[in-house]
């Protein structure tokens, strides 16, 4: 069981924490025409990093949203950040 | 002559002995033996069947790497299968029974099963039934295989308790390199927990027999321990490191006794020492099954700690220097042993249950007891669960820890240092940087490994039955990766996980293919360790403790008026009231509020207010239906979707100012939609321009519902108009009630007219009461969910989950105009617009007529249609019921192109019964909205 830094809460069990998706993903912009397959990406497609991966979570307990950033294979956790305080 | 006991010595307690039953024979042991030494003592041998050719089997180990004694038992009423009889300490009163026997280990019935081992080999079952269908021979071999029965009984009070801890280190093993590990790290300063898996201290000490640093074994440990307790360390005996997990969190299991649940410590270590030991390893030849064949470690280990000197007339075959100390130890104890090499040549064992000589290299030795040791094996597993890699070394034939992991370090014989003083040299360094000293190591080992095409049955796993040659055919029919291997020979796979046959394994592997033992690889260890029951990853963490019940702050008030009350959507609410019976309650409640007005309490109902000066933009957003053209004081009903345009939630907006909104989101998903509305505030917009937060527990909401609604909520004395040209449908008012602050909203979920009032929680009672005094005058009175269901059911109103399923789009609900038509952006949108929303055979909501008689149809029934010849289901029935209003019954239903066949007849297929209804629009009552202003 990992340990995920909240950046609001600190150290938490994993289990308190909820995966929200990939760093990078926009959502298109449906007042105009999107494709089938721009949705269809948006919707489906991960890049599901072996390695180093940049992911946004949720802290479920106080709801803050925040970026993580960890290695997937040695499940070292590197840092986190608020999400609203994401320069990226 | 056999087993036998001897006169002193060991960790038994001789002053009190302990009756137990083994096989239906009665036997006493004394306190501190296990099931498996007390029947040794008694001279008893075959103690299980193995699981494939029912072989007599003995036991090989004496402790976790015993594969072959697993023991039914049964003390004070309860039954506790597959106890390993190695592990399980003995119990006065207990009966043990052999599992996979009948009637008894010694004489089991299915012996006879051995003589076909020729047809039974590798991959037998996967190849012989396979025609025409597995499902037909499954049951019968599953009664054959198999280990312990379960008892249809639970155990009282049978709990684990679940503990959370933390430490600087974790010395896993106490044995003399674990004590002086955790002593050094102790006295360094360094908080430390020392586990070891017996109720003693002092692992291989006993066996060796030897004073250690000028002490008696028992009383070293003694000073040790005493030490680390006084450098403020702590000790955990009967516990078990059963997994390393992510983080450097070490899973305990801590045996509490043998009829008790075990406890859980989710350990957080800051640094784990491993001295797990090492393990004897069997030699693979000819007969090496039998009953009276087992490790040098046992047989050593049966004398120090248990006082049981396991036969007279030994012959010790082994291939290293470690069993020299052990035939001087045997012999101290009286028995006769023999040294033998077991390099020499081809080993044989001669004789049935009881070996009568050896035969190595044509020369035979006598005996009643064959003690093998094909060298040791360092307890790796603990270490490949954190990650850490293995190394190959050539001197010691052994994989042993490699690359250290970042905070775990392998000392003593798990690191490969069996010599004593290297391992305690390892120890003492351990609470400083970790690094391991120069190893002198007097350990020598003669490599000796499984000679693929030699001859007799030579066992590799001896609880599964699996042979050398079942090994070699694997590799005939290609499944020479070891992962495979395990699989199709089901190497490996017995209750000890390989403990004792995986190196024999995949050795004989890598000889078949000419390969090196590192080159060929070991499986992958997973945790568990050691079998751990279910239990304790269970605990406390079940029923109510997992899932608590959401309770109404009026649940006592409606028990007094005697309600029935369930579950609904994690609440427990009243499904109705009084002693009639379920169905007429539901008859006479709905009627009543159809006639005159039901009470109802919906409290649950979600309250999550929306504000700030985004709140518009973003509940327009959220929400498929156009929000912004909403007036603050009016409401307006909606879908939240999914971004796949799936419908997720239906409910009301109500909109209290610009920048201010109310969801009233389902009972059942106030907790979801929470979450939504959070992950979009923050992801997507700016949050400190926007707020969401969940009020739904501090109001109460009690909704009077039917003709005299309107009349009942005048009493309340809100000083409100409630005519309904001052007070419409889809408006709300915020007022007071008794100096209190009341939301009163005009929504319907019954197609009558009805008032939501919702008040503090702390008044719930006294508007209850006032609505139900005002309510008794007129003939009205409570409803529960159940009459609820029937009334919004009557009016087509849909409940999202269970008139809705995972493929339901809005235009499939007859909600088609925003989708078309809304110009924002929303959640879903794009989705709405996809392929597979635009077919035409999507299934739509719609209602069932049927005819009395028959009664309602029953839910989840099929819709069915015949196509090309064959039955096929084009929807499912969602809800039904029986509507007292109407007089007959109603239902609604999903059905492929719904919305066109309103007017034709078709099957309704449930449980091999087809019955026939008619396709309806949902609206059942009143589809001119009516009763809404009556
Ligand atoms: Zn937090």
Redesign the interface.
Known sequence: ???FPCPFCGLRD?REFQF??EVGKT?????EP?S?AD?DT??NTQRNEKGAARE?W?H?PC???FVMERDTV??DVFGAIA??KDPS | MTGSRVGSGGLIDRTKPLSFCFDGGAYSGFSGDTLASALLANGVRVMGRSFKYHRPRGVWGAWFDDPNAIFNIRLAGDEFPNCQATTTHLVDGMKARAVNAWPTARADLKGGLDYFHRWLGAGFYYKTFMWPDWRLFEPAIRRMAGLGHLDRNTVAGYVSDQLHDTCDVLVIGGGAAGLTAARACAEAGQEVVLIDDHPELGGGLYRRGLAIEGEAPEEWVASQQKAIRQAGGRVLTSTTGFGV???N?VGLAEHRGFSSAPRLH?M?AGRIVMATGALDRPITFANNDRPGIMSVEAATEYLGRYGVLVGRNIALVSNNSFSKPAAERLRAAGAEVTECDATRGPIRALGGKRPSCVEIGGQRYACDTILASGGLTPVVHLWRHA?GKLDWRDDLAAFVPGNPGKSMIAIGAANGSFDLEDALAEARNSARSGSVSERRGNYRITPLWPKPGSKGRQWIDFQHDVTLKDIEQAARENFVSVEHLKRYTTLGMASDQGKTSNMAGLAAMAAIQGKSIPETGTTTFRPPFVPVPLELYRGHNRGQMRNPLKRLPLEAVHRAAGAAMGEYGGWLRPGWYGDKSEEEAIRAESKMARDAAGIFDSSPLGKIEVMGPDAEAFVNFIYYNTIKTLKPGSIRYGFMLT??GIVYDDGVVSRLGPDRFVISCSSSHVDGVN?LL??WR???N??DRLFVHDTTANWATITVSGPKAREMVGELGTGLDFSPESFPHMTFREAAFQGAPARIARVSFTGDASYEVAVPAAKAETLWETLIAAGGKRGAGPIGLEALSVLRAEKGYLIVGKDTDGETMPHDLGFGIPRLKKQ??FVG???LH??VAKLETRRQFVGLAVTKPSGPLPVGAHVVDIREGRTVSIGIVTSSYDSACLGEPIALALIERGQARVGEYVKILHLGETRVAQVASPCFLDPAGERLNA
């Open positions: 069981m990992q340990l994993e929200a998706g959502r298109p912009n449906t007042s999107v089938d949705w948006y919707l946004i949720c479920l709801q803050e949203y040695s499940m999400l609203r | 997990f992510d983080h969190l989710r957080r990650g971004e796949r979450a959070e992950a923050q992801d997507g700016d949050p924002t952006e949108d794009r989705s996809g392929e």
